[in-house]
């Protein structure tokens, strides 16, 4: 599969003199695009060189992690498992986008609350060990440790394409910003940026954890990346992480009418979907970022990374209308 994704520029702000840049993963090639098709990709070669033949997935009913994963196994004829958590405000029964593509799909939806994971990991491997399968779960054993660097991979080796497409642009990025939420995908760039020792800063607009809990997660990622790869963690590797948690208004999935309004607004004047779980809130963290530190004159990339079911969902739930 061609991984290339169209990057450009998307406005010059007149004002502030801020150039912003888009890389569109969205529209990867596969199962609806998003961050998720390289980090499934990631995953599922991973599972090939464990010699495994089940797949595995964790995430809730709107995961596009899950989605893809599917996608990828029904193709290859691996079956698929995926443990699905839900919140208290929701049961096992909620639909969304993804959920229903999970089932066209054909992956096994396995319903579990969230207090419940790391037993529930643990019964749907013995019961497919006793069938004499080698079942591959994308986190490793029940406590979620063994495949720890396997997704970063995936962001390490696009950080290569966003370096050669900024060449050929021939812009120097100031930063990068992406909406973060499980931090693959932010630690994956950190590796990739810390390889090739530029001054590119990456900045991830938490859609989720707290900075705290969030930063020690991605130097987790990130040290299990070049360790898995048997390469030297680069001294100043900690002072490259950088995660805002002040846009994450309320916490996973909680939105509001500005982030509303922001997804609008891309929508009309750009064609471009956000979403207001990830990239919505993404994209509107990154303009107030530029805002609140006075940032002028810079070149900025923003990273989409996809998420389209999620644009429908809110589409469809009539939350989209227009300004009066
Ligand atoms: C998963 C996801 C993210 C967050 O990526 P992580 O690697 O989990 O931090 C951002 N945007 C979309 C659309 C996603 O599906």
């Known amino acids: 599969m061609e991984l290339t994704t169209p990057m450009y520029e998307l406005f010059r702000d007149s004002r502030s003199g801020n150039r912003i840049f888009i890389k569109r993963d969205d529209l990867l090639p596969f199962s609806l695009g998003g961050n998720k098709v390289r980090i499934a990709q990631a995953f599922f070669d991973d599972m090939r060189k464990k010699n495994c033949d089940v797949m595995i997935g964790y995430g809730n009913v709107r995961s596009n992690l899950c989605r893809v994963l599917a996608n990828r196994c029904f193709q290859e004829h691996i079956p698929c498992y995926i443990i699905c958590s839900h919140g208290e405000q929701e049961d096992a029964e909620t639909q969304t986008g993804n959920s229903r593509l999970m089932e066209l799909l054909g992956a096994v939806l396995v319903p579990c609350s969230r207090d419940r994971i790391a037993e529930k990991v643990d019964a749907v491997m013995e019961g497919l060990a006793g ?12 406590l979620g440790r063994g495949n720890e660097g396997v997704a970063a991979g995936a962001y390490a080796a696009a950080y290569r394409e966003i370096l050669s497409q900024s ?3 021939n812009v120097a990025f100031d930063s990068i910003f992406l909406p973060s939420g499980t931090g693959a995908t932010q630690s994956g760039l950190i590796c990739g940026h810390l ?3 530029d ?3 990456i900045i991830g607009i938490s859609v989720s954890r707290d900075r705290e809990r969030g930063t020690e997660i991605l130097r987790e990622g990130v040290q299990s990346y070049f360790c898995l790869h048997g390469l030297a963690l680069p001294a100043d590797a900690d002072s490259q992480i950088c995660l805002e948690d002040g846009y994450r208004k309320g916490g996973y999935g909680c939105f509001d009418d500005e982030i509303l309004s922001c997804i609008r607004r891309v929508f009309q004047q750009y064609g471009i979907p956000l979403d207001p779980t990830y990239t919505g809130k993404g994209f509107l963290g990154m303009m107030q970022y530029l805002e609140e530190h006075q ?3 810079e070149n900025i990339l923003f990273l989409h990374t996809g998420g389209a079911p999620l644009f429908y969902d809110m589409l469809n739930a009539g939350l989209l209308r227009p300004s009066v």
């Open 195 to 197: 390889l090739n020792g």
């Open 295 to 297: 940032i002028t004159g």
């Open 131 to 142: 069938q004499g399968h080698r079942p591959y779960y994308i986190y490793g054993n029940r």
């Open 199 to 201: 001054s590119t800063k």
């Open 167 to 169: 060449e050929e642009l």
